[in-house]
């Protein structure tokens, strides 16, 4: 009997043992520390070659063109001065925005002493024509030296005479057509120079496109050649060249040197090129500035290409044609070339995969 309980105690204790290093071999698990959880690298793709592009060998109406820079001007306007010099402008009719007609006074200058002396001239002159009277009835019984001698002095004081009222005329200034005053450059009581500019008139129910040229641009254009009128919220109007600037050796186009006593160079018309252009928005102004696309050489269903998928060796010209074997060279024969497309003249056929550099 004892033997049995021993047995069944050594059993016991076994199994409490056993239980015991579970339970310590569970905690002490726990009180490890947690392994790091690996990290997932993203996957990297292998890098792609760029392909380069391609473009179709299309036709197009090609159009080379000269664009220049504008306003809108009239086709009549002046700009109105004195020739007579060093006068106070004594009067003036006129402001910036009103209409004149024809022969209406701009303004006066102060001729006051002018016309005090043309005054005295004209008195000493009636004894000069009293003396002259005396001496045609003694003419046969004068000297004919003395007499052609009096004649020549009479004349001359007759032609001063004359000269002095021409130049008082002068100072009267007046409208030369019916317009607008568009400039005013003085105002009452200046000093009037010659030649300098006093205001421009201009016809404004005339406007016309138009622009000033460089002698490389005049040379490259024609009366007669289709443009393209750009205006700032107007809109494009298309119309031809009507008239082209008047070609002249003077630097100053015509307008005088600009030194004493001389006109001095201003805007005229005449330096423009302009265009002619139908059914114009009546709202735009003289002054407003536009650009003018002038077409100098037009060619319609004509084989392009863009420029980037032209190459050059040398003299040799080609392409890199792609198709279903592959790319292959041609060579190609270019005709007109604008910053957009090019001409080929020969080589390639509407349709083909040109590939771009």
């Known amino acids: 009997m004892s033997m049995k309980w021993w047995t069944g105690n050594l059993y016991k204790r076994s199994a409490a043992i056993m239980i015991a290093a579970s339970v310590f071999m569970t905690s002490g698990c726990a009180l490890l520390p947690d392994e790091p959880e690996e990290e997932v690298l993203p996957s990297i793709a292998p890098p792609q070659i760029s392909k380069k592009p391609e473009y179709e060998v299309t036709t197009a109406t090609l159009e080379t063109k000269v664009q220049v820079i504008g306003k809108m001007i009239s086709q009549q306007e002046e700009t109105l001065y004195f020739t007579l010099d060093g006068m106070r402008l004594k009067e003036l009719n006129i402001k910036a925005g009103d209409q004149v007609k024809a022969g209406q006074t701009i303004g006066v200058l102060d001729v006051e002493l002018m016309q005090k002396d043309l005054r005295n001239q004209k008195l000493a002159f009636r004894r000069e024509e009293t003396a002259m009277k005396e001496a045609l009835q003694m003419k046969d019984e004068m000297d004919p030296i003395e007499f052609e001698e009096k004649s020549i002095a009479f004349e001359e004081k007759k032609q001063a005479l004359s000269d ?67 205006i700032n919220n107007a809109g494009q109007f298309k119309g031809t060249v009507k008239a082209l600037p008047v070609t002249t050796s003077d630097p100053n186009g015509g307008g005088g040197g600009g030194g004493e006593g001389q006109e001095p160079a201003r ?30 050489k037009r060619k319609e269903n004509v084989v392009v290409i863009p420029p980037s998928t032209l190459r050059t060796i040398g003299a040799r010209t080609y392409v890199q044609v792609v198709d279903a074997d592959g790319k292959r060279e041609v060579d190609v024969e270019v005709g007109q070339q604008t910053a957009t497309q090019v001409e080929i003249i020969k080589g390639l056929t509407p349709g083909q995969k040109v590939v771009g550099k």
Not at 195 to 202: F, G, N, S, T
Not at 274 to 295: A, C, E, H, W, Y
């Open 267 to 296: 805007e005229r018309p005449e330096d423009f090129m302009v265009v002619s252009v139908k059914d114009l928005p009546k709202t735009i102004n003289r002054g407003t500035p536009l650009s003018i696309n002038i077409i100098t």
């Open 164 to 230: 002095l009222e021409e130049q008082i005329s002068r100072s009267v200034l007046t409208s030369p057509f019916s317009g607008t005053v568009v400039t005013l450059k003085v105002q009452k009581g200046d000093l009037i120079k010659a030649y300098d500019p006093i205001a421009v008139i201009a016809d404004t129910s005339l406007l016309i496109p138009a622009a000033k040229l460089t002698k490389d641009e005049q040379a490259k254009i024609a009366v007669g050649m289709p443009v393209v009128v750009d």
